[in-house]
C-alpha cells in the first residue's frame, strides 16, 4: 500500500482508498479538540462518540454554569516523590476530546500533580484517592515520571455523585511508568474521565483502568509517543451488573516511529440491563514506520438481559509496519466448560466461578500490582455470587 493510500478498518468493514475514491468514514483524529466549552454542543446521543452512552443521565457533566463542588484527594508515596497542587493549564497533554471533558478542564480549577523524580526507582506504590462526596464535582490530575525512572501510581475514584475527571500522563524518556485507575462508586454514581498520555523516547507506559462500581462510567484514555522506540500496554478489566453502564473508548496515536501499542481489555455482564461498551481506535500515520500494534476486546454474557457493544477501529497510512492487527469478541457462558467440571464433581456454582476466573486470570496476571489483583479477585468474587442468585432466581420461576 502507497503512502497516499489508507486502510480504515472499522468493526467488520475496511475500506481502501485513493484519489477518485469515494469519501471514507471520518477519521478518528478529525474529531473536535477543545479547551472550550463552546466548542462542543451537548450530546443529544446521535453523535458518533455518544451513541452508545445514556447521554439523558448527564445532563449535570455537560452543564457549564451550575454549582460545583470540589473531590477530595489524597496521597500517599516513598519519600521523594512530589505532590503538588498546580495550575491546571500547567501540562497541557492533550485537549478536552468532549464536552463533559472540557466541562470538567474548566471547572476543575487546579490540578494536583504527582512527580516522579529523575532516575527515581519506586520500591512502594504511589497512592492517590479521588473521593467524591456526593455531588457534581471535577478533579484534574497529572503523573509525571522524570527520565529513567521506575514508578507505579494507584488512582482509587470512591464515593458518591457525579465526578467529571482528566487525568495528564507524561513518561519521561527511558522511564517505565504503571498507573493504575480504579473506578469503584458506590452503585448510583456517575463518574466521566479522561485520560491523555504522552510517551517519552524509549518509554514504557502500563496503563491499566478497573472498573468495579458506579451507575455510569466511561473512561476515554488518549496515547501519543513523543519520540521513537515508545512502548504502552493498555488493560482494562469490567464487570457491569445489573443497571450498571461501564463505557471504555481508546485512541492510540502513532505518529513516532519504531513504537508498539498493546491493548487488551476483557468484561463481564450479569443481570438485567447490565451494559458495557469498549471503542478501540488506533491510527498509524503515515510517517509512523515500524509501527507494531494489536488491540482485542472480549466480553463475557452471563446472565439474560446484558448486552455488551464491542467496535474496535484500525486506520493505516502507511504499509511500513511491523505489524497491526484487531479482534472483539462477546459470547454468552460457555455450557461445555460447566460441563466438563460438574462432570468431575465439581459443583454447579464453583464451576462457573472457576470459568469466569479463568477468563480474567491472564488480564489480571498482566497488572502487576499485588494488592489491586486481590482486590479485584475479591469483587469478582462477590458479584459472580450474586449473579448466581440471579441465575438461580430465573429458574425458579421458570419452573414454577
Known sequence: MSAAETLVATGNRAHSHGPGSPVPLQARSERPRSYDVA?????NGREEEWRFTPVKQLKALFDDAAGTETP????????????????????????????????????????????????????????????SLGARGFSHLIVEAGRHSRAIVIIDHTGAGELGTNVEIVTGDGSELRVVSIQQGDHESIHLAQHDALVGRDAKLHHVVVTLG??????????????????????????????????????????????????????????????????????IRAAAEGTDTFE?????????????????????????????????????????????????????DAARRLVVSGFFNDIIGKIGVPEVTEHLHDVIEQKLARAAELSASAKAVVGQ
Open 39 to 43: 466548542d462542543f454542543a451537548v450530546p
Open 72 to 131: 477530595k484527594i489524597d496521597a500517599s508515596g516513598p519519600e521523594g516523590v512530589v505532590f503538588e497542587t498546580v495550575a491546571a493549564d500547567s501540562l497541557k497533554v492533550g485537549k478536552p476530546q468532549d464536552r463533559s471533558a472540557a466541562v470538567a478542564w474548566n471547572h476543575a480549577g487546579e490540578a494536583f500533580a504527582v512527580r516522579i523524580p529523575v532516575e527515581a526507582e519506586l520500591t512502594e506504590p504511589v497512592h492517590v484517592n479521588v473521593a
Open 296 to 348: 482485542l476486546n472480549r466480553n463475557l454474557v452471563l446472565t439474560d438481559g446484558a448486552r455488551a457493544d464491542s467496535v474496535p477501529n484500525l486506520e493505516i497510512e502507511t504499509g511500513e509496519i511491523e505489524g497491526a492487527g484487531h479482534a472483539s469478541a462477546t459470547g454468552r457462558f460457555d455450557d461445555e466448560q460447566l460441563f466438563y467440571l460438574q462432570a468431575r464433581g465439581i459443583p454447579e
Open 214 to 283: 458506579g451507575k455510569i462510567v466511561r473512561v476515554a484514555t488518549n496515547v501519543r509517543y513523543a519520540g521513537p522506540g515508545g512502548d504502552a500496554e493498555l488493560l482494562g478489566v469490567y464487570f457491569a451488573e445489573g443497571g450498571q453502564h461501564h463505557e471504555n473508548r481508546l485512541f492510540v496515536d502513532h505518529e513516532a516511529t519504531n513504537c508498539k501499542s498493546n491493548v487488551l481489555y476483557k468484561g463481564a455482564l450479569a443481570g438485567d440491563h447490565a451494559r458495557s461498551v469498549w471503542i478501540g481506535d488506533v491510527l
